[in-house]
């Protein structure tokens, strides 16, 4: 590896994942960042599954810390951000990754409840780590925020409550960027389309009973590059809007999605 994050501290919420045969965004982005030097604290609601992916990281020689907590509370937020900075003095990446839309549906059916709770999860708990790692990045001149965001921010997907909680992160990066620009604060989005990931394949087959197979080919059909992206392309793109690469980069919404943002018809 280049060592593009060497000396870096990040926190990566999200960092378990759902048990499954492929990897989830969280952790393969938080060894990708090991990987290229960073030092990690890997939050994850589960700690055991915070454990995995620090475990993970350490048997490659790389340094990372796990932490439990749950994000939709802000108590836990403040905590975690003050927890990152105790362990590694600074925090120079924040990556929020965390996200679902258990029990979501179209506009006609969608249970209030569930519509708020949704929003919670996506939304809010998003702007409450980011509320509490702005002043840590403002006193130390700096840093990078990524947030995942969805394709379904752009196209209907008809499920209402993640669409719109998702376009609201894509809102909240857009104004975290704009608001912070002058403190040397990045803040950008990724909209990932069909990812092969186990929460979207055994997650989903285990809600449906739908096989596997069946479901991982619907899913690649639908992209115009003939297949589902990975947990990895997900991360190469965090690596890089996280990395002085894109030191110039703040404000983007970017897609990665095998082109399916693009396709016409």
Same mark, same amino acid.
């Given at each position: ?12 919420? &999200? *960092? #378990?994942?759902? %048990?499954? $045969?492929? @990897?989830?965004?969280? +952790?393969?982005? !938080? /060894? =990708? ?67 679902? &839309? *258990? #029990?979501?549906? %179209?506009? $006609?059916? @969608?249970?209030?409840? +569930?519509?708020? !709770? /949704? =929003? ?68 950008? *989005? ?76």
């Amino acid at each position: 590896m280049s060592g593009r994050l060497a000396g870096k501290a990040a926190v990566v919420i &999200g *960092a #378990g994942q759902t %048990p499954g $045969d492929t @990897i989830g965004n969280g +952790r393969a982005t !938080a /060894i =990708l960042f090991a990987r290229e030097g960073a030092r990690v604290f890997c939050v994850d609601r589960d700690l055991a599954r915070a454990e995995e992916t620090a475990a993970a990281i350490a048997a490659e020689g790389g340094e990372a810390v796990a932490h439990a907590a749950d994000i939709r509370d802000e108590a836990a937020c403040a905590a975690l951000i003050a927890a990152a900075r105790d362990a590694f003095g600074r925090i120079d990446i924040l990556h929020n990754n965390v996200g679902g &839309g *258990a #029990g979501d549906g %179209p506009v $006609d059916s @969608i249970d209030p409840d +569930r519509f708020d !709770a /949704i =929003l919670h999860l996506n939304l809010t708990a998003m702007l409450q780590t980011i509320k509490h790692v702005l002043p840590v990045m403002r006193g130390q001149g700096g840093g990078a925020i990524v947030n995942i965001s969805s394709l379904a921010s752009i196209a209907p997907a008809g499920i209402i409550a993640y669409e719109i909680s998702k376009a609201g992160v894509n809102k909240l990066t857009t104004s975290v960027a704009a608001l912070n620009a002058r403190h040397r604060i990045r803040c950008n *989005a990724i909209l990932p389309g069909l990812i092969d990931t186990p929460m979207a394949i055994q997650g989903w087959a285990g809600m449906t009973g739908e096989a596997q197979a069946e479901l991982r080919a619907k899913r690649n059909a639908r992209v115009p590059m003939g297949r589902m992206g990975t947990a990895w392309d997900v991360a190469h793109a965090a690596l890089w809007l996280a990395s002085d690469d894109a030191r110039f980069v703040t404000g983007a919404l970017l897609p990665v999605d095998g082109g399916q943002s693009v396709r016409l018809g």
